[in-house]
């Protein structure tokens, strides 16, 4: 039994030749920036044309697979033994699967993401139209609605399944094993983990470092405090102090302090935003959109544009580079929301993860966005700003405006840790052979190294080279994906057999309960 546990918790081969992987190419990126963004750009461009349509079949299919899950009786199956009831409350859970899924990409692209929609470049109207507005809030739902929950549920609902109801290890490559069997060899399993562990570094390094800089923008226009690598060096080590400091004291209380800290600012500053902003328009808009979101699932879901050059490139530089980044987030986001998910039945976990995140974006977008495009048409060109001042751009011109980038602020500040935070621990679980708890000192490793990686590139002006290459991920561990998706639709299928989960799953209520 000792041996067992000094083995599970060794580091892997998984941590070696990810980390030789990840440096080899932010060496390239402190060498040659250009030269890495560049061809990075190139492969990233050929697989959105070439693979496009692939991307929007593969992400309706897990939609529909997830929505078959939560209405047939397979549903009823617990992530977990009978009796076993789920450690965190249901506020806690969905603070922390929210806060590691999405958190500063919608404090980021709230109010971006419509106005540039509505006066920049819109999906099928003329920019500026009264049409685009309609169309810019549609969109934003679509890209960060169902499709997206959809893939970080589908992940997380496979790991969960097979490491609470089968004991296996909470590796991606163990999801797999009752598909390929014999064929599932060990430099296989390195192979398919190597992938997953690659993508969440890469993922977060990027995100600490362009979170970093967002943050510093949003003092800059408050403050006026240079945009500059040493104030984003700052940033980075307060940032990691904190989460490492949250990573040291686990899930159970670190990580749930922050993800109920987050809610409550999130909520707050929407119904501040709602209040002093144009309140009856954002109502009416929030309420028009969701219909025409609703009215166009199908049709945006399997939107090409095959005829129409720019709005193929809309698409592609929107909705397919989403479908992909959401893609490559999946191992990090749904191992960790597997590992907060213990107890909860499947039909409980989809509807959770799909559809509360997506009622809580749906609300953002209408708020921050009718914000941010109602300045735009009352005469202020918020189109000039950067990306990361847009947001407190359009605070500037609303009452309390100074209090709402303060709080916004804040909320980043939050947002990013609680990210670096659930990937510290990810990072640990997936080089440690899945164990629940790894150790602190491989945490703090993984916290390092991702600080130390958006650093440098933040230095050499290599982070967006880096960014494509999650991108470019993506592509390799959507096969995984699908290989994932038969895996578990066959231990399922058995799994309904053997408790004759047909028409009223009886004997589930039983064994299950």
Known sequence: MGTKKETSHKITNVFWITLAITLVFVTIGILTPKGLASVTANIQNFITTTFGWYYLIFVSVIVIFCFYLIFSPIGSIKLGKAGEKPKYSTISWFGMLFSAGMGVGLVFWGATEPLSHYAISSPEAEPGTNQALMDAFRFSFFHWGIHAWAIYAFVGLTLAYFQFRHDKPGLISATLDPLLGKWMKP???????????????VGVA????????????????????????KVQIIIIAIVTVLFLTSAMSGLGRGMKWLSNTNMVLAVLLMIIVIIVGPTL???NMMTDATGAYMQNFIGMSFRTSPVDAAGREWINSWTIFYWAWFISWSPF?????????????????????????????????????TASTSVQRAGFDLTQLKTEEVLF???????LGSLLSVIAI????????????????????????GVMNPANRVKFIWGIIQSLIASILLFSGGLEGLQNMLIIVALPFSFIMLLMMLSLSKALRKERRDLGLYIKPKSLRKSNS
């Not at 430099?187 to 570094?201: E, Y």
């Open 206 to 229: 990027t995100t600490l470092g362009f979170g970093a800089t967002q943050i510093n923008g949003g003092l800059s226009f408050l403050f006026d405090i240079p945009v500059s690598f």
């Open 393 to 399: 751009g359009t605070f500037n011109h609303m009452p």
């Open 281 to 283: 328009l954002t109502l």
């Open 187 to 201: 430099s296989v399993r390195v192979t398919i983990d190597v992938i997953a562990v690659f993508a969440t570094i």
């Open 333 to 369: 986001v749904g191992i960790f929301i597997a590992r907060v998910s213990k107890g909860r039945r499947i039909r409980e976990f989809l509807a959770g993860v799909i559809l509360l995140p997506t009622l809580l974006s749906v609300v953002w977008f209408a708020v921050f966005g």
């Open 410 to 433: 804040f909320l980043i500040g939050v947002f990013f840790i609680t990210s670096a935070d659930s990937a510290t621990y990810v990072l640990g679980m997936q080089t440690m052979n």
